[in-house]
């Protein structure tokens, strides 16, 4: 998954290029990064805001190279982590090839969608407008599709009508992505399908685990440290710190004699598992570190930094 081989010369009639999804948070955008590329490199979790991390996935065809770049949902902020997360966010609209502009087109516009229109109003960057759910729709789907073509028309941006979850309508995303780029090289190994480093995406994975069992109860205080990573030819073994900001979270997350924590251990091991192809022995603890989403030291110590 993360080979060292050197990037081959595109043929003349080769594409390429950086597209950054932005949107509201929980409007799918991890879950069409992955669906576009086919496979796996982003979290999601019904939880709100799980992206934290200007994350790239990259899809390469006979016809192109395209770097998806997945950003966090662009939201009030009501912390310094939240600071961090949308001014990154705002910043991928500058310096890519296209922006994909998800929405939920199961919910009618908003105000949330009119903060990200007016942000994109100020960009040169080409828009697609992409109208996402499609299959969460209800009978009022032709009064909700208006209120998005309305923006599309007003602002020249193309749109396209799809489901990231059950891949309806993606091929018609990716022709008019391929179509919208220009001629260039290969920037990523063919075979590569992101740039992160392997201990991110293990601490995602964890992440992920914790969203999914915790729900509410342990929202977006938690962020993973990966301790330690040893390797021998038959089994890969990682320590992990899960660090929360109050006592009360570690208790939650540790459970009743164990529990919890031994679930969280046990689901992303086996999604570990998949990204190495290999045996994995996983140990997780937990640590209080007290309002860590207001530290900017903490913050830039857990890899939630300010970019230019």
């Given at each position: 998954m993360f080979n060292n081989f050197t990037i081959p010369l595109a043929p003349s009639n080769f594409k390429s290029g950086f597209v950054a999804i932005v949107g509201r948070p929980n409007v799918g955008k991890s879950t069409l990064m992955n669906q576009l590329i086919g496979q796996k490199v982003?979290?999601?979790?019904?939880?709100?805001?799980?992206?934290?991390?200007?994350?790239?996935?990259?899809?390469?065809?006979?016809?192109?190279?395209?770097?998806?770049v997945d950003t966090p949902g662009i939201h009030k902020p009501h912390h310094e982590l939240g600071k961090v997360l949308v001014n990154n966010a705002k910043n991928s609209i500058n310096g890519v090839d296209l922006i994909i502009f998800l929405v939920d087109c199961a919910v009618k516009f908003g105000k949330g969608d009119k903060f990200i229109v007016d942000l994109l109003t100020h960009t040169k960057t080409p828009v697609i407008l992409g109208l996402n759910k499609a299959d969460q729709q209800g009978e009022?789907?032709?009064?909700?599709?208006?209120?998005?073509?309305?923006?599309?028309?007003?602002?020249?941006?193309?749109?396209?009508?799809?489901?990231?979850?059950?891949?309806?309508?993606?091929?018609?995303?990716?022709?008019?992505?391929?179509?919208?780029?220009?001629?260039?090289?290969?920037?990523?190994?063919?075979?590569?399908?992101?740039?992160?480093?392997?201990?991110?995406?293990?601490?995602?994975?964890?992440?992920?685990?914790?969203?999914?069992?915790?729900?509410?109860?342990?929202?977006?205080?938690?962020?993973?440290?990966?301790?330690?990573?040893?390797?021998?030819?038959?089994i890969t073994r990682i320590y992990a710190a899960i660090n929360v900001e109050r006592d009360s979270q570690k208790g939650i997350l540790i459970g009743k004699k164990g529990s919890m924590l031994k679930n969280i251990g046990s689901e992303a091991r086996q999604q570990i598992q998949k990204l190495i192809d290999g045996q994995v022995y996983l140990e997780l603890f937990v640590k209080v570190t007290p309002q860590w989403r207001q530290s900017r030291l903490k913050l830039s110590e857990f890899g939630y930094k300010n970019e230019e």
């Open positions: 982003a979290i999601t979790s019904p939880v709100a805001q799980t992206t934290r991390n200007k994350l790239k996935g990259i899809f390469t065809n006979d016809q192109a190279q395209i770097i998806f009022n789907y032709q009064n909700l599709d208006e209120s998005y073509v309305n923006i599309a028309q007003e602002n020249n941006w193309n749109y396209v009508k799809f489901s990231a979850l059950n891949q309806n309508g993606l091929d018609q995303l990716q022709s008019l992505l391929i179509n919208q780029l220009d001629p260039g090289p290969y920037y990523y190994p063919p075979d590569l399908i992101t740039d992160q480093p392997e201990r991110f995406i293990m601490g995602e994975l964890i992440r992920e685990q914790i969203l999914l069992l915790t729900r509410e109860e342990i929202p977006h205080s938690v962020a993973i440290a990966i301790e330690k990573v040893e390797e021998s030819e038959k």
